[in-house]
């Protein structure tokens, strides 16, 4: 059985042989849909961010797993592991403009499982220029034409009855904030630290300011944060934007974390937390999940991006939430603690009568 929800989770079964306390399985997108600006001749250009990464949760079980695309309409679409990138919209024949709605569907297998859904893709036309001439003046107009999205009121409680397995499960809105852990993320000033020879682009990014650096015969910590507050045997979710080449490495120290596992399937149980990743000349969404250790102590200090010897790369957009779900972050302004983010929609999954 396929259950669609429109706010950023899919619901799934629960398991087949309908034991109680464990858990089903979800898939969650990352952003739930992708949404793209037009340049002034009505048409997407840019497509550096139109990516989604496909993630299944099985209680606090995080999986990135391999993604398939199964069509592609009216965009065309490319895969990456768990990563769906868009790579182009098509044109609208009449108004020669790109089309206002796309979508992908795909398949995604992790754990023995296999999984299908749709990631859908809207198309903002923010810029196209209306120019009428007269015979003394010219007048330029800005039409800026308000997006048909979906319908996106999100349902605070949605029960399911399954006849063949007996199953009730039921959606519910997580009422919990969650906020950016990381004072000074977007502007990369105090408290956040720089390493040697790392380089500063101001609103280089969606107003983000970015850190730039090259490794050549020993690494480059490229940024870090110290004195951060984690409370034990609690998960937490670092992500960031990043491109380069080479390798770059995360770690939460010292003696801080019993396991993390990534975005690209790279898990370990050092108590550094340490997290590598490969680079890619890109932009892409990176996030690590670290779980802390029943004994931890003390302030630490978070590393999120470690050029490896031989690496160069670019990141902004560094987000630490508490939980085992990575977010996409958006500053609203200084104060860490008002940028909050909508919580993900939980799924819960239990015996129930017909």
């Known amino acids: 059985m396929t259950i669609k929800a429109k706010n950023r989770v899919v619901i799934r079964r629960a398991p087949t042989n309908g034991t109680n306390g464990k858990p089903g399985m979800a898939m969650v997108l990352n952003p739930a849909n992708i949404v793209l600006d037009t340049e002034t001749d009505g048409l997407v250009h840019n497509f550096s961010k139109a990516t989604c990464t496909v993630q299944l949760m099985q209680g606090t079980l995080l999986f990135a797993p391999t993604v398939s695309i199964l069509q592609q309409v009216r965009c065309s679409a490319q895969v990456s592991g768990s990563v769906i990138r868009i790579t182009g919209i098509s044109v609208d024949p009449i108004t020669q403009y790109s089309y206002g709605s796309a979508y992908v569907d795909f398949s995604a297998s992790a754990n023995g499982q296999t999984f299908k859904g749709r990631l859908s893709v809207q198309v903002n036309v923010l810029s196209v220029v209306a120019r009428i001439e007269t015979a003394n003046h010219e007048l330029e107009q800005n039409v800026t034409t308000l997006m048909q999205a979906e319908d996106l009121r999100q349902e605070t409680m ?197």
């Not at 983000?208 to 409370?231: K, N």
């Not at 939460?252 to 108590?271: D, I, K, M, R, V």
């Open 158 to 354: 949605t029960k399911l009855a399954v006849q063949q397995q007996r199953i009730v499960a039921q959606i519910t809105q997580n009422t919990q904030h969650r906020y950016n852990m990381l004072p000074s993320s977007k502007t990369l000033v105090s408290p956040c630290t720089l390493g040697s020879g790392v380089t500063l682009h101001h609103r280089m990014e969606a107003d983000f300011t970015v850190a730039s650096a090259t490794a050549s015969d020993d690494y480059v910590d490229v940024l870090e944060w110290q004195g951060v507050e984690f409370e034990p045997n609690t998960y937490y979710s670092l992500s960031f934007w990043a491109k380069g080449q080479g390798q770059a490495r995360a770690f939460l120290y010292p003696e801080a974390c019993a396991n993390s596992t990534n975005s690209q399937g790279f898990e370990s149980e050092n108590s550094d937390g340490h997290s590598q990743f490969q680079l890619a000349n890109e932009w892409q969404w990176y996030w690590v999940v670290f779980k802390t250790s029943t004994t931890i102590e003390g302030l630490k200090r978070l590393l999120p991006f470690r050029l490896m010897p031989g690496a160069n790369g670019m990141v902004f957009g560094v987000c630490l939430v508490q939980g085992a779900m990575p977010v996409h972050w958006l500053p609203y302004n200084y104060n860490p603690q008002r940028n909050w983010f909508t919580p993900t929609m939980a799924a819960d999954a239990s015996l129930g009568k017909l």
